[in-house]
């Protein structure tokens, strides 16, 4: 099949490639210049692991090209997809202007019978208007469909390739025969081909966001009364998770969430109900939530040194919005290095892949450095952030030769509490109050 997609960020990369690599014909447009250039000659602009190489091996078997011209590829395609950016607006909405602007400048390009498949994750309504936009530029009925994207950054090829469900929507059934020869080669396990309605589609993708954005704001909330009450979130997440209705994954408390998706999608619902005058009650929490969360570390940090942060030397290890990737979009590490900086802190930090992007938020006012023992010297303090491997088994006597200080403000609980202090840190995670360490 000829596959069109139009935007080649996280999504559109990857989901173009595994196309591709699937033995579709498969051109990535965007209008990024210099993204298209550096892919031409053969560099990845994100950091996903495994897709280098997949990149360059379809590439050189001339079935995944890169251009910034819809016009050299669209007349061609059987698919046009639609995974641009969908970034959040001033009053917390989706913002659609790529969304309709693709489906514009594309809309003379396309062939009769070619279907236009909405990836980007978009409100309910957006396909409906594409499919309108389509009719004023065209005169005719252009086939659309929706494709929400469930894969996660730092683990996308796999997800992609092994989904645990494709869900289609679409305005008539037989449309959806097309994706679904798409989709076969990835479904060969059996896992399920789902087919819906526009809006339903387009409600699923938010839905299971705004769900799993819930799980850690409920989480995060649940620690930050543990610590008030003397109790250990990890010895009551294992309390709650062996009961099958609750399950242990995505209860694991932390900074906050961040990334390009939970925070704007919440923020997109909460508009979507708004729009209806439907107050959406728990989604509003669970954003009020993470906002606070994110606040956790600087509030330890701060209270640790009496509120005078002065000069103080702060190492911050990690710096994505989690592990296996570069993406920084809504890090809680930029609104801890911002809050460390604002109080008079120095900051020297580390991550192994996301340091460029970090770069441009905050150019020379911190310290980058290559590894992450190298962020320790002189530090007063270190707080952990991204729970990247290599953060997990230290050499803690070096670290404390190292540090000027001996203080860690672990956000992800990497370490035992009743270990770190026996080492001689002060040592705090989240939701640590107590632990059965202490009882002993
Ligand atoms: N990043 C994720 O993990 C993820 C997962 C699932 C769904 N999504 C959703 O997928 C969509 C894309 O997300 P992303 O993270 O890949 O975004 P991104 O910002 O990484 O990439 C979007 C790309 O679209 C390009 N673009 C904008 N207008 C264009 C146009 N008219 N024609 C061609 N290219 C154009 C931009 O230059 C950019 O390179 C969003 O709606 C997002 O919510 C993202």
């Not at 389509?134 to 992609?160: M, Q, W, Y």
């Not at 449309?175 to 076969?184: F, G």
């Not at 002189?378 to 290599?390: M, Y």
């Amino acid at each position: 099949m000829k596959v069109v997609m139009l935007g080649t960020g996280y999504v559109g990369l990857v989901t173009g490639t595994c196309f591709a690599d699937s033995g579709n014909d498969v051109t990535c447009v965007d209008i990024n210049q210099v993204k298209v250039d550096k892919l031409n000659a053969g560099q990845i602009p994100i950091y996903e692991p495994g897709l280098e190489e997949m990149v360059r091996r379809n590439v050189d078997a001339k079935r995944l090209h890169f251009t910034t011209d819809p016009a050299t590829c669209v007349p061609d395609a059987d698919c046009v997809f639609i995974a641009v950016g969908t970034p959040q607006s001033d009053d917390g909405a989706a913002d659609l202007t790529y969304v309709f602007s693709a489906a514009r400048g594309v809309a003379p390009l396309l062939r009769e019978d070619a279907i236009v498949v909405t990836k980007s994750t978009v409100p309910v309504g957006t396909n409906r208007r594409v499919f309108e936009i389509l009719k004023e530029e065209t005169g005719r009925d252009v086939h659309v469909a929706s494709n929400p994207e469930f894969l996660k950054e730092g683990c996308a090829i796999d997800d992609f390739v092994k989904p645990d469900r494709v869900v289609v929507g679409v305005m008539t059934p037989e449309i959806s025969k097309r994706l679904h020869e798409l989709y076969r080669p990835f479904l060969r396990t059996e896992h399920p081909f789902l087919v819906m309605g526009l809006e339903s589609a387009e409600m699923t993708k938010y839905v299971a966001n705004c769900m799993l954005a819930t799980k850690i704001s409920f989480i995060n909330e649940m620690a930050n009364l543990c610590e008030r009450v003397g109790a250990d979130i990890n010895e009551v997440r294992k309390g709650i998770g062996h009961d099958q209705r609750i399950g242990f994954s995505f209860l694991f408390p932390g900074v906050g969430y961040g990334g390009s998706c939970f925070p704007k999608d919440v923020r997109a619902m909460i508009a979507v109900g708004a729009q209806r005058g439907f107050h959406t009650q728990i989604l509003q929490s669970v954003d009020d939530v993470n906002v606070r969360q994110k606040e956790v570390l600087f509030s330890k940090i701060q209270k640790y040194f009496d509120g005078n942060l002065s000069g103080k030397r702060i190492a911050v290890w990690g710096l994505a919005f989690k592990p296996r990737t570069d993406d920084i979009r809504e890090a809680p590490s930029v609104e801890l290095i911002t809050r460390l900086l604002d109080a008079g802190a120095e900051v020297g930090v580390h991550d192994p892949v996301a340091i460029e992007n970090v770069k441009q938020v905050f150019g020379n006012r911190i310290t980058y450095c290559p590894h992450h023992y190298e962020a320790l010297d002189n530090a007063d303090a270190l707080a952990i952030v991204t729970e990247w491997n290599e953060y997990r088994t230290p050499d803690f006597s070096y670290v404390l030769h190292r540090m000027a200080g001996s203080a860690i403000f672990d956000g992800r609980n990497l370490f035992d509490p009743a270990r770190m202090q026996e080492l001689g840190f002060f040592y705090t995670g989240i939701g640590q109050g107590s632990s059965v360490h202490e009882m002993g």
